[in-house]
């Protein structure tokens, strides 16, 4: 048998001055220049201006989030995984970008309904309704499926409706189907990152109203229930501020 040549790649997945044995040998010092090479493509130069001119063409989204709710379940949920969406299309990772889009997608549509205060028979849904009428709790349904009851209680608009099905399409092409080639993953990513903002943006809500930011009023409910804050009324005198 003839033999015959493969490109290949030798260890792809090490850190050499990280990973044993070859740190003990190489005596070589991680630095940071060295973590950020390795978070970047592997197959290309560190560079810094490449690395800033990747964050100018993300953040360059339509609708800012230029402030959340410093509560813990929305940074988590939302707002951290949207900042790391933004570093990863830094560093060239475009899968995490869309994957971390995706995330914070079902998040919002979870969030959505639970701000909502669906209602049936002139009460609030319990967990149980959801099970009967949906087969299961609206949390634990697929993606596409809470979209589609979401949009059946009117509780989102078609634009809002696109921005789900943006990045829920783009994530089924790029995580799930061996066939999808990858030329435009760079564009597709953005797309998905700045849907996931508009989504964010619109479960927060960030109208400013005589310099003050009004929240969407049934988000701010959701916080008053969860005891994230008081209205200003009950907790000082005369309803001041």
């Known amino acids: 048998m003839n033999d015959r040549l493969i490109p290949g790649w030798i260890n792809p997945l090490a850190f050499i001055e990280v990973d044993e044995p ?15 090479k390795f978070l970047c ?8 201006e490449k690395l800033l001119a990747r964050y100018r063409e993300i953040s360059t989204e339509p609708v800012r989030l230029f402030l959340a709710p410093a509560e813990q379940r929305i940074l988590d949920k939302l707002v951290w995984p949207l900042r790391h969406a933004k570093a990863s299309y830094m560093v060239g990772n475009y899968l995490a970008t869309i994957s971390l889009s995706g995330m914070v997608a079902e998040m919002v549509a ?11 028979n002139a009460r609030p849904m319990t967990k149980a309704d959801e099970k009967a009428l949906f087969r299961s709790e609206f949390e634990r349904l697929g993606q596409e499926r809470r979209v589609s009851v979401l949009s059946a209680y009117n509780i989102v608009a078609p634009d809002i409706r696109q921005h789900f099905e943006t990045i829920r399409l ?9 066939s999808q080639d990858h030329d435009r993953l760079p564009d597709d990513a953005v797309r998905c990152f700045h849907a996931a903002v508009s989504l964010a943006v619109r479960a927060i809500g960030q109208d400013v109203q005589e ?14 229930r969860k005891g994230f ?3 200003p009324e009950a907790s000082e005198p005369n309803g001041a501020a």
């Not at 070859?22 to 950020?36: G, M, N």
């Not at 493509?41 to 810094?48: K, N, W």
């Open 22 to 36: 070859w740190a003990s040998v190489t005596k070589a010092t991680p630095t940071l220049e060295s973590v950020i």
């Open 41 to 48: 493509p592997a197959d290309a130069p560190l560079d810094i």
């Open 110 to 120: 979870i969030l959505l309904w639970e701000i909502a205060d669906p209602q049936i």
């Open 170 to 178: 783009a994530r089924r092409r790029y995580l799930h189907l061996w």
């Open 211 to 224: 310099g003050k930011l009004v929240l969407n009023p049934r988000l701010a409910l959701y916080l008053e």
């Open 229 to 231: 804050y008081e209205p």
